[in-house]
Nanobody, 120 residues
Framework: QVQLVESGGGLVQPGGSLRLSCAAS????????MGWYRQAPGKERELVAT???????NYVDSVKGRFTISRDNAMNKVSLQMNSLKPEDTAVYYC??????????????WGQGTQVIVSS
């Protein structure tokens, strides 16, 4: 029905930057809230940032001032610009979207995840 594909992960040294992107495709009628979550080894998955269809953003305290979430509604994409990366940002990052399919059913969809490693 709806697929989310992430890209942009990789290895970066502390203080560096990465930009993650996520594209939604499939039988989409509309997309509501979108967001990024992350899960580090041995830890719970946590919400990193969200953005509503109207552009209202929220961030977990640990990334405020360093990360910026944005979306391109025309392309059904959401991005996460990550600056001043720290080793504790190392995790698998997952894209999430609330979508209404063409049959008017609303549900959440998840990407497969992209690995971010912050290390010297």
């Amino acid at each position: 029905q709806v697929q989310l594909v992430e890209s942009g992960g990789g290895l970066v040294q502390p203080g560096g930057s990465l930009r993650l992107s996520c594209a939604a495709s499939g039988s989409i009628f509309s997309i509501g809230d979108m967001g990024w979550y992350r899960q580090a080894p041995g830890k719970e998955r946590e919400l990193v940032a969200t953005i509503t269809s109207g552009g209202i953003t929220n961030y977990v305290d640990s990334v405020k001032g360093r990360f910026t979430i944005s979306r391109d509604n025309a392309m059904n994409k959401v991005s996460l610009q990550m600056n001043s990366l720290k080793p504790e940002d190392t995790a698998v990052y997952y894209c999430n979207a609330e979508a209404k399919n063409i049959w008017m059913r609303i549900q959440n969809y998840w990407g497969q995840g992209t690995q971010v490693i912050v290390s010297s």
